[in-house]
């Protein structure tokens, strides 16, 4: 046999493996495909070669598995349970960028399913690798790191702190300044994912400088970047006071309420979302964002879009009226009440309407005037049915009562009031009959803050 001849079965093994790994690469994209493919064995058919002598065939088998590893959490136990990881954190410091990019992706697919097999990944030795991967040259490189990082970190605190342990954060700060957006956002991602869990873990983010330069990038045109930035800092300002005034110093207000008239849906939820995480730390916060236009654009962003979008700016409305009187009043004088009467009416679901209920009811407990101010909207009477109805949930019959209950003890606008009279259940109608009488008999009735509330009958 010739030398040729001899050869020339060396290429055909080559061309078969190389046939084989972009075949099942191929197949991992469809779902139909896993179950045969998983018991065809294909997890140990594909792991000698991602130390095959041909690195095209290694790229290709490590992209086969991250796309069947990605798919359910049984193909990734299976590739932790093969002793694959180990071969691709070796791999992934020797090997060229795009088998780092591959190797990288096998790491996040497996990651991102449980703190098990995040856990996992941690314990082959993975997030060093990872780490000195966030300084490659190849930004596609860079930001295949950045996205395994983010997965191991959001599961929980001991997982972030992993990360934050590696190095990972002074690095993930310079990488939202580099040019490419899709690294900027995958950057911002995985920093709000690991500043997400403790005041101990953001301080950490927040001591690497990243919120200056997150707050450069709310007005940044790419609507992706602008929801992870937005989330990124909502992410820090949640934990505490400090936290919350470090953010507002970054000087995000008035730039981030323009980000309430976005057309991204995402974008203009995360940026309610930040204003409500700085808003309901304290009323200086909360007279901050009303002082910067907040409130009224929080409300004209909650009456241009529909469900889940509108929950954090009800929430915030809710928050600032919580703190004070005065508060509260500067959230009637922008006319949140019928936008939130409003919510209340037509949100089908009812962890929006519950939100809704208990707005209002901390809009109407701090004094008549408050109380007159919802009541006059029609709202008493949506709540009341709402709180009485068996299809509605546990907690927004909770929330309902609750609310109905603050409004009611404060309210002396008796044509509000009439209606309960007929309506009203026993344990709601006392308070209706109380304000009443404090309406109607002031000498002989009068409300005691001394005796919790209730009402007394002495002289």
Not at 116 to 140: N, R, S, Y
Not at 164 to 193: F, N, W, Y
Not at 225 to 236: E, F, N
Not at 435 to 452: D, M
């Amino acid at each position: 046999m010739s030398q040729r001849q001899v050869l020339q079965v060396f290429e055909q093994y080559q061309k078969a493996r190389t046939q084989f790994v972009q075949m099942v690469a191929e197949l991992a994209t469809r779902p139909q495909n896993i179950e045969t493919l998983q018991n065809a064995g294909v997890m140990s058919l594909l792991r000698p070669l991602l130390l095959d002598v041909v690195p095209t065939i290694q790229q290709t088998a490590a992209l086969a598995l991250g796309r069947l590893a990605n798919y359910n959490d049984d193909l990734a136990e299976a590739v932790v349970k093969g002793d694959i990881l180990p071969q691709l954190v070796y791999s992934l410091a020797e090997q060229n960028r795009f088998y780092k990019k591959a190797a990288a992706f096998v790491l996040r697919a497996v990651g991102k399913h449980s703190p098990q097999l995040a856990q996992a990944i941690v314990d082959c030795g993975a997030l060093d690798t990872l780490v000195i991967c966030l300084e490659d040259f190849d930004p596609g490189v860079k930001e295949a790191a950045a996205w395994a990082l983010g997965y191991i970190a959001r599961h929980n605190a001991e997982l972030s702190q992993a990360v934050v342990d590696a190095g990972a954060v002074p690095l993930l700060v310079l990488c939202i300044q580099e040019p490419e957006i899709a690294l900027k956002r995958i950057a911002a991602s995985t920093l709000s994912d690991t500043a997400k869990h403790s005041p101990e873990l953001a301080q950490t983010v927040v001591d690497a400088g990243a919120v200056a330069h997150l707050a450069q990038m709310i007005l940044n045109p790419d609507a992706k970047l602008k929801h992870q930035v937005l989330s990124a800092l909502s992410q820090i300002a949640k934990h505490s006071v400090d936290l919350a005034e470090m953010v507002v110093e970054a000087e995000i207000f008035p730039v981030v309420l323009t980000c309430l008239k976005d057309k991204d849906e995402y974008v203009k939820k995360n940026a309610c979302t930040l204003i409500r995480e700085i808003a309901k730390h304290t009323p200086e916060l909360s007279q901050l964002v009303v002082n910067a236009g907040g409130v009224a654009a929080v409300i004209d962003c909650i009456g241009s879009c529909k469900g889940n979008t509108r929950l954090p700016g009800i929430m915030m409305l809710g928050y600032v009226a919580a703190h004070s009187e005065n508060l509260a009043m500067a959230v009637i004088i922008s006319k949140a009440v019928p936008q939130l009467s409003v919510c209340l009416s037509e949100e089908p679901e009812d962890h929006i309407k519950a939100a809704a209920a208990w707005a209002l009811g901390q809009i109407g407990r701090h004094t008549p005037e408050h109380a007159r101010a919802v009541a006059v909207t029609n709202t008493l009477p949506v709540l009341l049915s709402l709180y009485m109805s068996t299809e509605s949930s546990e907690d927004l019959q909770v929330k309902s009562k609750k609310a109905i209950k603050n409004i009611l003890q404060k309210c002396t606008y008796l044509p509000a009031l009439e209606p309960f009279l007929y309506d009203a259940p026993p344990n709601i109608l006392k308070h209706v009959v109380g304000q009443f009488s404090k309406v109607l008999f002031p000498w002989i009735f009068r409300y005691s803050s001394a005796e919790g509330g209730q009402l007394s009958t002495t002289y």
